[in-house]
Each structure stands twice: as C-alpha cells, then as structure tokens.
C-alpha cells in the first residue's frame, strides 16, 4: 500500500541553526500537506502544496513539492524555541483520496 | 468556539472494559476521521466516514466499532480494552483540503 517516510526521525538543533525535513511517497501524490504538533498539542494544518516543483514560503518555513510528487521537504531558517514540535507530512494519492501520515521528525531547540 | 471536539479528554480504565470516545466537529465538513497516535508519535488512520457513510476501513481490530448517527459526529466505541490500545486518539474532519484535528483523547489501558 501507499506509504510516507519522512526523515530524520529527531533532530536537535541550537537556536538559531537551520532545520530540514523531508517527506518520501511510495507513490505519485496528489498533493502533499504539512502539519505541525506543539508538545502535548494535536495536529495543525501548516500548508499544501498541489504543483509538481512548487515552492512556498510562511516567513522562516520554506515547503517544496518534487517535480515527479513523491517527495517534499520543510526547511526552518534560523530556528527559534518556538519551533519546537513534530512535523508531520501528509499526503494524499488521487486513487484514493485517503490522508498518508509521515512518521514525523520531532525537533528540539537548545536555547 | 472549538472546530474539531473531543470527549473525553483523558481516559484511564482497566482490561477488558467497554469505552466510548465522542467527537464533534461544526465546520459543516463531509468527511471525518479517526487516527490513533502511539508512543513514537506515529499517526495512523483507523477509520474515516463521508457523510455517515465508512470509505475508510483499515486493518483495525473489529473490537472498535465507529458510529457517525450524522455528518457532524463520529464516535468510536471500544470492547474489551487491551493494554495496547494505549494510545491518544485523534479525530478530524476536512472538506476534500486539509484536516482540522481535535484536541486528542489520551486513552490508558492498566
């Protein structure tokens, strides 16, 4: 079946180093969503990303799309305490419309 | 006024027990969901029902039964608890884009 792997599973990072993760389909997505999840929190919406190549910024947070749609990446500049969480990519395939949950990469920040 | 609501919140109970989990969602949304979150964080979709109706079945124990009595509730009821149901349960709904998700309910099974 579909599967979402999404590396590296922990990452720990001084503030104000940068901070990437990234999110590999078994299969052509249909679009690829973000979502983040605060310590003792659930999961909230980020972004999606539909186009094939396509690139989105939200301030430090930079979101691409693979041109083949199997893979996409989160990028945090300058990483900041706030930051804390897990990140979470979801995608979803057109065959089946059902939502893919990556395993998430949970970051800490040293202040 | 909260989206995508849970209940309860937490939930300690022993083997063997019957268990109910409500959610509510009032953002009108057609699809709703059930994820359960383990230990290590992974998100697993369990169930997920269009309009009262189930689309989505994973390979989930028949000892959890979902029920959607209308397109803004969808409840998952569970028999006969396992310690391996310890989990935080997650519901969400979405509208065909992206999924709004409940507060969770941490389930502990002793």
């Known amino acids: 079946g579909q599967q979402v792997m999404q590396i590296p599973q922990y990452q720990h990072v001084q503030e104000g180093e940068d901070f990437t993760t990234y999110c590999n389909s078994s299969t052509t997505l249909s679009n690829i969503q973000w979502y983040k999840q605060r310590p003792g929190g659930h999961p909230v919406f980020l972004i999606q990303?539909?186009?094939?190549?396509e690139v989105k910024k939200q301030k430090r947070l930079t979101f691409q799309f693979g041109e083949a749609k199997k893979n996409s990446s989160l990028h945090i500049t300058a990483t900041q305490t706030t930051d804390v969480g897990t990140y979470f990519c979801a995608g979803s395939s057109s065959n089946t419309g059902k939502l893919i949950f990556g395993q998430g990469t949970t970051l800490q920040v040293k202040p | 006024d909260t989206a995508v609501s849970q209940t309860p919140k937490y939930l300690v109970t022993q083997m063997g027990n019957d268990k109910s989990i409500k959610c509510e969602q009032n953002?009108?949304?057609?699809?709703m969901y059930w994820y359960k979150q383990d230990s290590k964080k992974f998100l697993k979709i369990m169930f997920s029902y269009n309009n009262k109706e189930l689309i989505i079945n994973e390979t989930v124990p028949n000892r959890f039964s979902p029920k959607s009595p209308d397109k803004a509730h969808l409840n998952l009821h569970i028999n006969s608890l396992e310690l391996g149901d310890s989990a935080v349960y997650f519901c969400?709904?979405?509208?065909?884009?992206?999924?709004?998700f409940g507060q969770g309910t941490r389930l502990t099974v002793v």
């Open positions: 969400a709904s979405s509208q065909g884009r992206w999924a709004f």
């Open positions: 953002l009108g949304h057609d699809t």
């Open positions: 990303l539909v186009k094939s190549g």
